[in-house]
């Protein structure tokens, strides 16, 4: 057998690897999932708030926040067009660092928490490149 010949692993090693995979999604999902409900529950406030964080017409951002949140978490666990998902909310979660979690302005009680958010962040979004760059499973008959 030549070194450059492909062997295909086995089929248990590839279904625990898929069976991984979606656990980690499940896993990266929650966080999404749980703030998009929280913020569906306190509409009013999470206007308010969006709106004392400076972002623009926040009465149509917040809506549209709420679907990707709820809609691209879904969508993460059920691995649907998972690579153009988690591009976008790559995207999503590096902009909400920047907006929602500025420890640079923060006041010594809340330094800690939005640097940890801030970063909390960034890890997502390296997570979310994973996703991106993961090669694309083949069903059978491709």
Not at 11 to 35: D, E, K, N, P, V
Not at 67 to 84: P, Q, T
């Amino acid at each position: 057998m030549n070194s450059r010949t492909h062997v295909s692993p086995p089929a248990q090693a590839t279904q625990s690897g898929q069976a991984a995979q979606l656990f980690a999604r499940l896993l990266m999902s929650l966080l999404f999932l749980i703030s998009g409900v929280r913020k569906l529950l306190t509409w009013s406030v999470t206007i308010a708030y969006f709106n004392k964080l400076g972002v623009p017409f926040a009465e149509f951002v917040v809506p549209l926040t709420i679907l990707l949140e709820i809609g691209g978490g879904l969508a993460l666990i059920a691995g649907w067009r998972l690579r153009d998902i988690a591009a976008v909310m790559a995207l999503y979660t590096f902009a909400t660092a920047f907006i929602a979690h500025r420890f640079w302005q923060a006041d010594a009680a809340q330094f800690n928490g939005q640097l940890n958010n801030f970063f909390k962040n960034i890890a997502m979004v390296g997570g979310f490149l994973l996703l991106v760059m993961m090669p694309v499973a083949r069903k059978r008959g491709d």
